[in-house]
C-alpha cells in the first residue's frame, strides 16, 4: 500500500518560513517525480512545485519561484518543501504527491497523494 505522509505545517507570521516533509512508502520513490500541491477552500489544487527523479529538474509556480525550494532524498523516500518569504496568500493545505509519467503541473495526473498539511500565514 502506498502511503504519502506530510508533516511541518503550522502558522506563521508574515515574512516567516516552514519546512514541510513528505516520507513515501510502498512505491519504488526513485522512479516518481515528485511534487508538492496547495488547496485553498472552494479551489481546485493549485501546482507548487515538482521534482525529477534524480533531483536535477525542478520546476516551480510562478507565485513561488526564489522563496520556496523543493528537495528530494531517494534514499530517505523524503520530498521536502522549504518555504521562506511567506505571505498570507500562501495559506492553503500543501499536499505532497507522486507521479510516474513526468514533470506534470496538473493535479489529475498525479497517481498519489498525502492526506495534506494545513499552512496558515497571518499578517
Known sequence: ??????S?????QDGGSLRLSCTASGLAFGNYVMAWFR????NEREFVA?????????????SVKG???????????????EM????TEDT??????????????VHKYY?????GTQVTVSS
Open 84 to 87: 521562506a518569504s511567506l505571505n
Open 111 to 115: 497517481d498519489y497523494w498525502g492526506q
Open 1 to 6: 500500500q502506498v502511503q504519502l505522509v506530510e
Open 39 to 42: 488547496q485553498t477552500p472552494g
Open 92 to 105: 492553503a493545505v500543501y499536499y505532497c504527491a507522486a507521479n510516474y509519467l513526468s514533470m506534470l503541473t
Open 8 to 12: 511541518g505545517g503550522g502558522s506563521v
Open 67 to 81: 522563496r520556496f525550494t523543493i528537495s528530494r532524498d531517494n534514499g530517505k523516500k523524503t520530498v521536502v518543501l
Open 50 to 62: 515538482a521534482l525529477s527523479r534524480n533531483g536535477d529538474t525542478v520546476r516551480y509556480a510562478d
